[in-house]
């Protein structure tokens, strides 16, 4: 069995930052790509960064310059710093990985439950 918890969500003030962890557990064998995905209020699911096992990364045009995905391989972790945070990256924060565990032989993408993450003065 493969879990994915969030955490570090809250409520920030516009220009603040946070820290978003997703960590893995379970009888896990290898996680290839690992991302992060947002849903405000009304809205459909966003990508906001992926990063690969290798450590490449990408990110959608509204994060950029503003959010760091990273990860800790050891720690089967990925992370997202936000700074200069905005009153509409006001959304809940899920994280997914591509995970292939001890007990499949097939890579299947997991998500975590969401964490909230609300920016307002």
């Known amino acids: 069995q493969v879990q994915l918890v969030e955490s570090g969500g809250g409520w920030v003030q516009p220009g603040g930052s946070l820290r978003l962890s997703c960590a893995a557990s379970?009888?896990?064998?290898?996680?290839?790509?690992m991302g992060w995905y947002r849903q405000a209020p009304g809205k459909q699911r966003e990508l906001v960064a992926t990063i690969t096992s290798y450590g490449s990364t990408n990110y959608s045009d509204s994060v950029k310059g503003r959010f760091t995905i990273s990860r800790d391989n050891a720690k089967n972790t990925a992370y997202l710093q936000m700074n200069s945070l905005k009153p509409e990256d006001t959304a809940v924060y899920y994280c997914?990985?591509?995970?292939?565990?001890?007990?499949?032989?097939?890579?299947?993408?997991?998500w975590g439950q969401g964490t909230q993450v609300t920016v307002s003065s």
């Open positions: 997914n990985g591509e995970i292939r565990s001890y007990s499949s032989y097939t890579t299947i993408t997991y």
């Open positions: 379970g009888s896990i064998f290898r996680i290839n790509g």
